[in-house]
């Protein structure tokens, strides 16, 4: 067996956010949402130097997801419930979670990769492939990694919310953006 090193997220370090996205006739007065997601753990593994054996597994507290957006407190309030109750539905659907199937690793200068990850993400119940890029810088201890990908409603059978009488209506696709810190375990 090869010698695997093993990282665990720091969440308090980390970012992991999503935005949604308006449309419909008052969207253009709309700025969008910032969503930060609050409470979610994660372990990456890999052989050191080559990245071979690399797996990621992440999960996410559904109803840890709160507006980051300066708004008035009941609006704050009435658009967390929806996205609770109604798109999320975090009672019947506590975790969010991502499984990695196959990370293949590009160095691109010394201690940074390129990794191209696709594995299973089990979002409202529903389990479908997922891929996306990250770039990764290692230090002696730990690792940093970033990046962005999108998701489309509509694969997790979410329904897509309106608001402001139906002027604003969100996208079928939200975009995940991520800054992850991460300690080796000893």
Not at 82 to 101: C, D, G, Y
Not at 110 to 125: K, P, Q, S, T, V
């Amino acid at each position: 067996m090869s010698n695997i090193a093993r990282y665990r997220i720091d969440t308090k370090k980390s970012l992991f956010t999503v935005h949604p996205f308006a449309t419909g006739m008052a969207a253009a007065l709309s700025h969008g949402l910032s969503i930060a997601i609050r409470d979610f753990t994660g372990e990456l593994q890999f052989v050191p130097e080559t990245l071979h054996e690399a797996a990621i597994r992440m999960k996410i507290k559904s109803d840890s997801l709160s507006v980051n957006d300066d708004m008035k407190e009941s609006d704050r309030r009435e658009v967390e419930r929806v996205m609770k109750e109604q798109v999320l539905r975090t009672s019947e659907h506590p975790e969010i979670e991502f499984k990695s199937a196959s990370i293949k690793a590009n160095k691109t200068a010394e201690n940074h990769y390129r990794l191209d990850i696709a594995g299973h993400l089990i979002l409202n119940g529903i389990v479908r492939s997922h891929s996306f890029n990250a770039q990764v810088v290692f230090g002696t201890d730990s690792l940093r990694a970033n990046g962005q990908f999108e998701a489309r409603q509509s694969d997790y059978s979410i329904p897509l919310v309106s608001a402001a009488g139906g002027l604003i209506k969100v996208r079928d696709e939200v975009r995940f953006h991520f800054y992850i810190v991460a300690q080796k375990e000893a």
